[in-house]
């Protein structure tokens, strides 16, 4: 029999068939939703391994000989000028230092494995002996005078010039 | 729904010498944790109208009782405030209105010009071949939804005919068993009978029915006014104190005590009368 439903207040209750239904459509639309899961998750296994045998079969397009020779160049280059003994120049400049002479510019060139310093000396005594204490360190060598000038304006007329010396290799 | 299930259910049951209140806790394991039964004194009620008026009294008081308890409640009502009728099928009727509009003309069939100021409440289907419909006076139901106005922690959530609340249990507790269904309360009997899914019978009837003699004289008078099989003869009693013994005979009656559900806190020897109280749910 079916329930007794003279309730004054409570609206008559709902027949249990309509609960079933809604719980029927419940589950059938989460089976769906899963059997559609479960679908998507095959199509995308299956592009992911379509997209993996196109690539395997597209050649791997190779850069320009010039390319990579530009590219090695600057490799090179940033290689030498990280492996410049910077310690023995920096040591070799700070030894030969003298209150007469004042360093206004070091210039080290990595690919010829040079240096290049510009100083200002009091006179050309103080000169000389400059450019015969940078002889004397070992990290330098072939040390050459290459350019002095006498600063006509500067009234002590002091001596701007530029030495030159090459950095021995191993150090 | 979890709020809906913390609430506490308040479960009365109003008969007009007596109010009988079930404070039920726990949704899982419910318990009765409170009881209490008001007495009041008895009103002449000449026109039969039901003697509603002392009874709405203890409703008030149990309602301002429990106005800051965040409660569901719930009031079954006694036969002695409640009429039935069978409503017959009547295959012109179209809509809800129509159908509540024959049962109330049914109603007034039977008991005149009175059946103008009752609420009346039709269960069933459009097509089952009788439904069973209930009235109650407007003006008793008014008190008890002025008992738990809007503003109050306790919420009414149904007023249901005794009836109703044991025959929705007894179509639970005990299936097929049943045909007949007798509802025993002081001064009052209600019989309902039906058979192969469909109601025969339904009476509300006053006078002393308090042991299985009477109910054996009363099934007898009224098999044969339902027009009911004689093999039918199973009748399950839900009662206070007189209807607490298992299994009864009576000549070719068979009388079975319909229980109430279990609930701890309860004794059904000592609590007899929330019986009608805590049938329903």
Redesign the interface.
């Known amino acids: ?10 609206s ?1 209750r709902r027949q249990r068939w309509t609960g079933i239904a809604v719980l029927a459509v419940g589950c059938l639309a989460s089976a769906s939703l899963v059997v559609r899961d479960r679908d998507l998750r095959q199509q995308l296994a299956a592009l992911d391994a379509t997209q993996g045998m196109l690539n395997a079969e597209r050649p791997t397009k190779a850069l320009p000989k010039e390319r990579i020779d530009e590219q090695m160049k600057m490799v090179n280059a940033v290689l030498k000028q990280l492996t410049l003994p910077w310690a023995q120049i920096i040591a070799a400049v700070e030894n030969s230092a003298t209150d007469d002479v004042v360093i206004l510019q070091m210039q080290p060139e990595a690919q010829q494995r040079l240096l290049r310093l510009t100083a200002e000396a009091k006179n050309q005594k103080a000169m000389i002996e400059y450019v015969a204490r940078l002889e004397q360190e070992g990290a330098l060598a072939e040390v050459h005078l290459i350019r002095h000038e006498v600063q006509s304006e500067d009234p002590a007329r002091a001596i701007q010039f530029s030495v030159q010396a090459a950095l021995k290799e191993g150090r | 729904m979890l709020k809906q299930l913390k609430r506490n259910r308040v479960r009365i049951a109003l008969s007009p010498g007596f109010a009988a209140t079930a404070w039920i806790e726990g949704a899982f394991r419910p318990r009765v944790v409170k009881k209490q039964v008001l007495d009041c004194t008895l009103q002449p009620d000449a026109e039969d109208t039901g003697p509603w008026q002392g009874a709405a009294a203890l409703l008030a008081s149990i309602g301002t009782e429990l106005k800051n308890t965040p409660c569901d409640v719930t009031v079954v009502l006694s036969n002695h405030f409640v009429r039935y009728t069978l409503v017959p099928e009547n295959k012109s009727l179209s809509g809800t209105e129509e159908e509540l509009a024959f049962a109330r003309y049914c109603f007034g069939k039977i008991h005149g010009d009175r059946a103008k100021a009752w609420e009346v409440r039709l269960t069933g289907t459009a097509s089952d071949p009788a439904r069973v419909a209930s009235a109650v006076d407007s003006g008793l139901l008014q008190a008890i939804r002025g008992c738990f106005p809007a503003g109050s922690k306790a919420r009414l959530v149904s007023v249901q005919p005794y009836l109703m609340s044991a025959f929705n249990l007894c179509n639970e507790v005990a299936g097929k068993y049943a045909t007949w269904l007798l509802l025993v309360e002081p001064e009052r009997a209600c019989l309902a009978c039906f058979e192969g899914g469909r109601w025969a019978a339904v009476r509300n009837m006053k006078g002393d029915y308090q042991g299985p003699t009477q109910w054996a004289a009363l099934l007898s008078r009224e098999r044969y006014l339902a027009g009911v099989a004689e093999p039918r003869t199973n009748v399950l009693v839900h009662a206070g104190p007189a209807g607490r013994d298992k299994s009864i005979r009576v000549g070719k009656w068979k009388f079975r005590s319909l229980p109430n559900p279990t609930l701890p806190g309860v004794s059904p020897a000592e609590d007899a009368r929330l019986a009608m109280a805590l049938c329903a749910h």
């Not at chain 1, 029999?1 to 409570?10: C, F, H, I, N, T």
């Open positions: 029999m079916r329930r007794l439903e003279l309730d004054y207040v409570a008559p």
